[in-house]
């Protein structure tokens, strides 16, 4: 009994230490970074500063007044772009798992090997990619002139929707690996069962096949919104002002702003909207999921 | 009238290798109402593409399958009135015990108070009254079996299909719900098609038992039919253990085993090549002293005790294999190499003609 205690502790303490120390403590700077005071190059000056937060709201100097809730607008914005990321990865994904998991087993290791290409080649480059592809004398818009079925460029770049179909480009093996481990976990004879049972195919698929995955959706939603949310160089790269999310704002804050507590302080709102949803996504949404038509 | 008709059922299946094997190689039966049948056979025999025909998992290359009337031949599964219980249950582990047993009601559309109360008399039929609430991973195996045929049940289907249900019980749990099952199907008044590899819960359950081999029916027949009188030796070897020993019969009533070895039949006539089968349970083993004349001779190779009875394992004068004989414990030991003899009824002695 000790020596196993011993052993347990011997295995956990490396990385108790290493998320201690590399990560929580990051997290406390931050946190207490978020209310001092600004130094003026950059820095902090050691003085309670609770403004930081005030300015998010538009009270900044201690007097409440008009003001454009321009932060907790992006952050909006940067949810419902990381939403869309969401689905479209999933629309995207769930029915190449199927086909995949119904594949030998030597060509599923071959697809898991080409969904995991991208990471072999740096980020940036591959958005500068996407930059020639999206641009207006890029491949598609020069396709389109081309062929005459427009007359002058579509402005792709720089959108909204461009810093979507980015994020889905970037983000799509973080959906594929955990929704496919549950769909390959999936026992083919429950769809014959509720097949056998009078289920049509959309029933099959509500009833069961969706419900019994829920778990890789839920993961894969998670593993995918969450950096969405906060990403900062998809939309540095494809989104130019139309596309600013929160993370941009966050980065200059740092960087250009030289307003450290600042960021903190937006990093700190963004946690704990970011985790909260998530708090309400895996109880509720989960639950309801597995429960569908149930009435 | 039957309830299902098969005709000249044919499905060929490609192997991994190129090859071409014939699963269903034109398998003939019918069901009658109220009828256990059972699918016997080997592993790869094809009873289980059979079933799954049936049920519609599975198309068939030819032939046809007509249920009460209709032919199913490309009628998808969730339209035809049977169900299957499934080899691994098949439970939905994300719904409540009785969501699971209402599921055919559920997408049937029927109202949720309605589908709730049959759920609950199917759990009592099954003997699983106040279940309901639970998850199926809260159950045990033997309740997770009453689950899935209660679920199977409440349809109320023309048939009702079972793939191997028991096979993944205990022995006495298994030998248990061979009882139960006999005695729901009598109580409900469904046909069951159940398949099986275990050729006692074959003989326990049914009553007709369907033999398949590599893709077609061996015999057709009742459990008693089919172990004692085997339409081939393959249905010989495969239902209970068997002495068969090949002979040659030339009308005196007497076959002639070769080497002076000779098994007496109860009818004569017959002559020609044939397989005589002998069950190691209708042998007498007794001393060879004061043996009658045309007992079988032989010495004693092999005695192994099992409690209730003991097995022995006789060499045959004149014979090419040992023979099996069971005989019951009456607290004599035979000495191994002790001359025995092998007295029988000729009237148990089967013959099966044929090249098979």
């Not at chain 1, 992006?74 to 990865?89: K, P, Y």
């Not at chain 1, 889905?168 to 955990?178: A, E």
């Not at chain 1, 909207?273 to 989960?286: A, D, E, H, P």
Request: charged fraction near 20%; aromatic fraction near 10%.
């Amino acid at each position: 009994m000790r020596r196993q205690k011993l052993f347990l502790i011997g295995l956990l303490s490396p990385v108790t230490l290493y998320l201690g120390i590399f990560f929580f403590g990051p997290l406390a700077i931050i946190a207490v970074f978020s209310v001092l005071e600004p130094g003026l190059y950059g820095g902090v000056e050691w003085n309670f500063y609770h403004w930081n937060y005030g300015r998010m709201f538009g009270w900044a100097d201690g007097v409440i007044e008009w003001y454009e809730p321009i932060y907790l607008k992006i952050l909006f914005r940067s949810m419902i772009m990381a939403f869309f990321t969401v689905i479209a990865c999933l629309i995207l994904v769930y029915p190449v798992t199927f086909w995949v998991s119904r594949l030998p087993e030597r060509r599923q290791l071959f697809f898991m090997f080409l969904i995991t290409l991208p990471f072999f080649t740096s980020l940036i480059i591959r958005l500068y990619a996407w930059l020639v592809i999206l641009k207006p004398s890029g491949v598609i818009n020069d396709l389109l002139l081309g062929v005459g079925l427009i007359d002058a460029p579509l402005d792709m770049l720089f959108t909204r929707s461009a810093v979507v179909l980015g994020m889905v480009y970037v983000m799509i093996p973080f959906m594929f690996l955990p929704v496919y481990s549950s769909v390959e976990r999936l026992d083919r004879s429950l769809i014959e069962a509720s097949g056998d049972l009078g289920a049509r195919g959309w029933q099959t698929f509500l009833k069961v096949i969706l419900p019994q995955t829920m778990p890789g959706i839920a993961g894969g939603s998670v593993l995918v919104f969450i950096p969405s949310v906060g990403n900062f160089i998809i939309p540095d790269v494809l989104g130019g002002a139309k596309g600013l999310m929160i993370g941009n704002l966050v980065e200059q804050q740092f960087l250009d702003a030289r307003n450290w507590p600042f960021g903190a302080a937006l990093s700190m709102v963004i946690m704990a909207v970011v985790l909260t949803v998530m708090l309400i996504y895996s109880t509720k949404v989960v639950r309801a999921g597995k429960q569908v038509g149930e009435a | 009238m039957p309830i299902l008709e098969i005709h000249e059922a044919r499905r060929v299946y490609p192997t991994p290798e190129g090859g071409e094997v014939n699963a269903l190689d034109g398998v003939s039966l019918n069901v009658d109402a109220n009828e256990f049948v059972t699918l016997l056979g080997p592993s790869g025999c094809g009873k289980t593409t059979l079933l799954r025909s049936i049920a519609g998992f599975e198309e068939l290359d030819d032939g046809a399958i007509i249920l009460d009337g209709a032919n199913m031949v490309g009628v998808p599964a969730f339209r035809r009135p049977v169900n299957t219980v499934f080899q691994s249950y098949a439970l939905f582990s994300h719904m409540s015990v009785r969501r699971n047993v209402a599921y055919a009601l559920e997408v049937a559309g029927i109202a949720k108070s309605e589908r709730n109360t049959r759920a609950d008399e199917m759990l009592d039929l099954v003997g699983l009254a106040g279940m309901g609430t639970r998850r199926p991973s809260q159950l045990s195996g033997g309740q997770r079996q009453r689950v899935a045929l209660a679920r199977a049940l409440i349809a109320r289907p023309k048939i009702l299909l079972l793939d191997e249900p028991l096979s993944a019980l205990d022995r006495q749990l298994r030998q248990q719900m061979q009882v139960e099952l006999k005695n729901l199907q009598n109580e409900i008044g469904v046909s069951f098609v159940f398949v099986t590899h275990d050729q006692e819960e074959a003989l326990t359950m049914s009553d007709r038992v369907v033999v398949m081999q590599s893709g077609q029916v061996q015999q057709i027949g009742t459990p008693r039919e089919i172990y004692r009188r085997p339409a081939t030796r393959f249905v010989a070897g495969f239902i209970g253990e068997t002495n068969m020993i090949d002979v040659n019969l030339d009308g005196s009533g007497v076959a002639n085993a070769g080497n002076g070895l000779e098994i007496q039949l109860r009818d004569d006539g017959q002559s020609g090549a044939a397989t005589a089968v002998i069950r190691p349970s209708d042998l007498t083993l007794r001393p060879r002293n004061g043996a009658p004349n045309g007992a079988i001779l032989g010495c004693v190779r092999q005695e192994v005790y099992l409690g209730f009875e003991l097995h022995f394992l006789i060499d045959v004068a004149g014979g090419d294999d040992p023979w099996r004989v069971n005989a019951p414990d009456l607290g004599r030991d035979y000495a191994i190499g002790e001359d025995v003899a092998l007295t029988y009824n000729p009237e148990r002695v089967h013959l099966i003609f044929g090249a098979n």
